[in-house]
């Protein structure tokens, strides 16, 4: 069974930095896309970034371009990497899997979920 554990979040001050982590077990296929999503209490999941298995191609939200960078170093852990946070980033950050060809944007097309990471920028 794909079991997906995200790891990282925290709370940090506008400006900073933080690291999110996704663990990823019990795979039995060798293609796939990981996503970021996250959700702020009272608005849609959105889509933060993607990437495929190999690495070799990612995707990003508008609201996160320059500043968030997804990567993955051994297609078992995918890594988002954030910089310049604003208050506007808060929100439970979720990693999820499709077996897709493409990135998708799109939160239907993503089969298997983690349990979400809570990640709170004070202003």
């Known amino acids: 069974q794909v079991q997906l554990v995200e790891s990282g979040g925290g709370y940090v001050q506008a400006g900073g930095s933080l690291r999110l982590s996704c663990a990823v077990s019990?795979?039995?296929?060798?293609?796939?896309?990981m996503g970021w999503f996250r959700q702020a209490p009272g608005k849609e999941r959105e889509f933060v970034a993607g990437?495929?298995?190999?690495?070799?191609?990612s995707k990003y939200g508008d609201s996160v371009k320059g500043r968030f960078t997804i990567s993955t170093d051994n297609a078992k852990t995918v890594y988002l990497q954030m910089h310049s946070l604003k208050s506007e980033d808060t929100a439970v950050y979720f990693c999820?899997?499709?077996?897709?060809?493409?990135?998708?944007?799109?939160?239907?097309?993503?089969?298997?979920w983690g349990q979400g990471t809570q990640v709170t920028v004070s202003s």
């Open positions: 999820a899997l499709d077996r897709g060809f493409a990135i998708s944007t799109t939160e239907l097309a993503y089969r298997y």
């Open positions: 990437i495929k298995w190999s690495g070799y191609s």
């Open positions: 019990g795979l039995t296929f060798s293609t796939y896309n």
